[in-house]
Structure formats: structure tokens, C-alpha cells
């Protein structure tokens, strides 16, 4: 569970400041570097008949020497690491609080009639848990990959290690940094009106297929509960990285996988690797 978790939750950030190109991958290059590294947006949650590895990402991987994703879930500690940061350990806590006692019986149903859990399971639990249990719901497929999971399977195979920009605490954080009404907030949204929810999922997955970039940005202004929050979810982690990613390219060529929303934008990773003086070239 604890994976899955970790792979749904990151895609709760899933939408894209605007870039001008329709691509999601990027050759790096330049400022000192002795050979090329690749970046390369990513979805964390997507139907199986949907997903698509395009050569050139394959080919990344095959020609360099390791793979940076936004954690590293090649670390058979992350499972341990993970289970104590999604619970409250705040005395009297409990997850009902985060909610009005209309919208937890609510919640409560449909968690017991279209997943088939019982709510007393997540006493503890942040809301974040629940959203990474629900949001698979919003899939129109009983089988969904991760492009995560697949570039990972590709580097072990080929012998080559799989590193992480951040650790899971700093990932857990982001959301710790948002107030669980919010999340709450969320929650509700998707159980009050999921025909409406699974057609924004599915409007967003169109659009990171062509990556259209510029489409998924416009989707990210459509999100106002995020609103406030960009630095938290979004542009803080971007600046952390960078210092991070350029150790990594001058010690060896690299393929970074990061969550499609961290690509485009003035904060976004491809304007502050040109900023540090990388050149940065889409890859069709």
C-alpha cells in the first residue's frame, strides 16, 4: 500500500506551468559538461493501454549512467521510512476532525460501499492517505503503470543505480505544509461529484499524451484549492534540486524523471537549469 501511496500522492501534482514545446523530454548539455543528460516529465498514476515509453526516453536511459527520480523508490527502506510519516503522532488526533460529521458519515459509505474499507483503519491516518486510496477511482481502467516503476525496471536492468533528488520526509512534508481542511476539502470534491473528477483526470491524461504543456498549465489555474501553495507543492522542491542535479551531471550523464509539473514556468526546472547556464533542447 505504502508504494502506491507514494506514487498516487505525487501525482496529486501532477499539472504543468506552460513550456513552449510539445514534448516532455529534454536533453541537457553544456556549462562543463563532459556528456549529455536527459530530463523528463513524468505522470505517476496512468492507464496501462495509455502508457507509452517513447524511444527517445528509452535511448536516455541506455546512454546514461543513472537514474534520478524525484525519490529514490529503488530504496527497500522506503516502505519503513514512509509508514511513521503518514500518520499523526499529535496527541488525540484523528482523522474525523479534519471533516464536518456530515461529510465523514459521507465519506465514511463511500469508502465501505466503492472501496470496501472500513474508515476506523485511517483513525490516525493524514488525509493525504486517503486522497492516494481514492484517487486510483478516477482512472477508467482497472490496471494502471507508473512511469516511475517503468524507467526503474529499465535502469536495474541494465545494471544502473536509482537515486532520488529529495528524500520521502521532504516529500511527506509538502503536504504537511497544507492545512488538513484543505485536503479534507479535496476529498470531498472527488466523493461529491466523481463523473466530474474522472473527466478532469481524463482531460489531463489527453493532454500529457501530446504534452501539451501549455493545456496542462491552463488546468493547473482551473485548481483553486491550490492556490497559495505553488511554492510548497511546486517551485521550493525545483530550486532544491537543481544544486542536486548538477552534482549528479558532472559526475556522470543522468536521466531525471520528475513529476511533469516541475518542467515548465519561470520557477520550473528547465528555466533554472538555463539560469545556471545548461543548455536545455526538447527531444521530439
Not at 470496501?116 to 493525504?128: A, E, H, Q, T
Not at 489531463?204 to 501530446?210: F, S, V
Amino acid at each position: 500500500m505504502f508504494k502506491k501511496t507514494f506514487a498516487v500522492i505525487a501525482s496529486l501534482c501532477l499539472t504543468i506551468p506552460a513550456f513552449a514545446q510539445q514534448t516532455l523530454l529534454y536533453r541537457i548539455s553544456g556549462n562543463g559538461l563532459s556528456q549529455p543528460s536527459y530530463l523528463y516529465g513524468t505522470v505517476h498514476l496512468i492507464c496501462e493501454r495509455d502508457f507509452k515509453m517513447p524511444a527517445g526516453l528509452e535511448k536516455a536511459v541506455k546512454t546514461t549512467q543513472s537514474l534520478y527520480l524525484e525519490v529514490d523508490m529503488d530504496d527497500p527502506n522506503l516502505i519503513l521510512a514512509m509508514a511513521p510519516l503518514l500518520q499523526s503522532n499529535e496527541p488525540g488526533y484523528s482523522l474525523s476532525d479534519a471533516f464536518t460529521p456530515a461529510d465523514f458519515k459521507k465519506l465514511d459509505r463511500f469508502m465501505s460501499d466503492s472501496l470496501g474499507m472500513d474508515l476506523v483503519n485511517f483513525k490516525k491516518m493524514k488525509p493525504m492517505v486517503l486522497l492516494s486510496v481514492i484517487l486510483p477511482k478516477m482512472l477508467e481502467c482497472k490496471t494502471s503503470v507508473s512511469y516511475e516503476q517503468k524507467l526503474m525496471e529499465l535502469a536495474k536492468g541494465a545494471g544502473k543505480p536509482v537515486e532520488g533528488l529529495e528524500e520521502i520526509a521532504d516529500q511527506i512534508a509538502v503536504f504537511d505544509n497544507m492545512p488538513d481542511s484543505l485536503e479534507a476539502r479535496m476529498i470531498m470534491d472527488y466523493i461529491n461529484d466523481i463523473p466530474k473528477q474522472k473527466a478532469i483526470f481524463s482531460r489531463l491524461i489527453a493532454n500529457y499524451k501530446k504534452g501539451d504543456v501549455a493545456a496542462l498549465h491552463q488546468m493547473l489555474g482551473e485548481s483553486p484549492e491550490f492556490k497559495g501553495y505553488e511554492d510548497v507543492l511546486v517551485y521550493n522542491r525545483n530550486r532544491n534540486w537543481i544544486p542536486v542535479m548538477d552534482k549528479a551531471m558532472r559526475q556522470n550523464g543522468a536521466l531525471f524523471a520528475v513529476g511533469a509539473m516541475h518542467l515548465g514556468g519561470e520557477k520550473g526546472v528547465i528555466s533554472l537549469l538555463k539560469k545556471k547556464g545548461f543548455k536545455v533542447e526538447p527531444v521530439k
